[in-house]
């Protein structure tokens, strides 16, 4: 059984562009959670998705967007990229939202801002 | 607003040595996860503990959780160097998908 796969694994964009990170979840799976790791705030939850509707959302500025699609698969979107957007972004997927579920991460996109 | 504090932040250990992990949160919830997270990898699921006295053991791992006091514990033994990795606590309050993270900790086992 595949994992959760996340792609671009590794990118560099430069101040004031923007990008478009793509996760795929474990077959099956309808809720995907999007999390932003620095090494100075740590694990942050940036927004959750179920069946193509969003159902949380992090404390986050309005540059940072998702969307999920009728296949499950999911997108975040960072426009107007500062510096501080450097980070590791995570995916998660579980087969519900029920929050008795684990939860299954995958490898990451980690975004450079220059 | 939901607080999740790890402690310590830092451990380091000789191979052979008991210790434990605490993880405290500051709302009531009975849903805690363990997670651990080698340099530049992803996360990995340890344990998912879903009730008051919930306790799960995986190899020299073992996790428990008491809701009445918000805490959970994750207790190493016998540690040996495969064991070096960063471990975070997680707890869920909104019925899936959010998680509020702890800051990690650091473990080195050193032989």
């Known amino acids: 059984k595949a994992g959760v796969t996340q792609t671009p694994r590794y990118l560099i964009k430069t101040r004031g562009q923007q990008v478009t990170l793509s996760c795929s979840p474990i077959s099956g799976h309808r809720s995907v959670s999007w999390y932003q790791q620095t090494p100075g705030q740590g694990l942050q939850f940036l927004f959750e998705y179920f069946s193509e509707t969003q159902r949380n959302k992090g404390n986050f500025p309005g540059r940072f967007s998702g969307r999920q699609f009728s296949n499950s698969r999911s997108e975040m979107n960072v426009s107007t990229l500062e510096l501080g957007d450097s980070a590791l972004y995570l995916c998660?997927?579980?087969?519900?939202?029920?929050?008795?579920?684990?939860?299954?991460f995958g490898e990451g996109s980690r975004l450079t801002v220059l | 607003e939901l607080k999740v504090e790890q402690n310590p932040l830092f451990l380091s250990m000789q191979e052979g040595k008991n210790y434990t992990i605490y993880c405290n949160y500051s709302t009531t919830s009975d849903r805690l996860y363990w997670y651990r997270q080698d340099p530049g990898k992803s996360l990995e699921s340890l344990f998912v503990?879903?009730?008051?006295?919930a306790v799960k053991q995986e190899g020299r791992l073992m996790a428990s959780l008491d809701t009445k006091a918000r805490l959970s514990t994750l207790h190493i033994t016998a540690a040996v160097h495969d064991l070096s990795a960063t471990y975070f606590c997680a707890v869920d309050i909104y019925q899936g998908g959010k998680l509020i993270f702890g800051q990690g900790t650091e473990l080195s086992v050193k032989p």
């Open positions: 503990l879903l009730s008051n006295g």
């Open positions: 998660a997927s579980s087969p519900l939202p029920t929050g008795s579920e684990e939860l299954f």
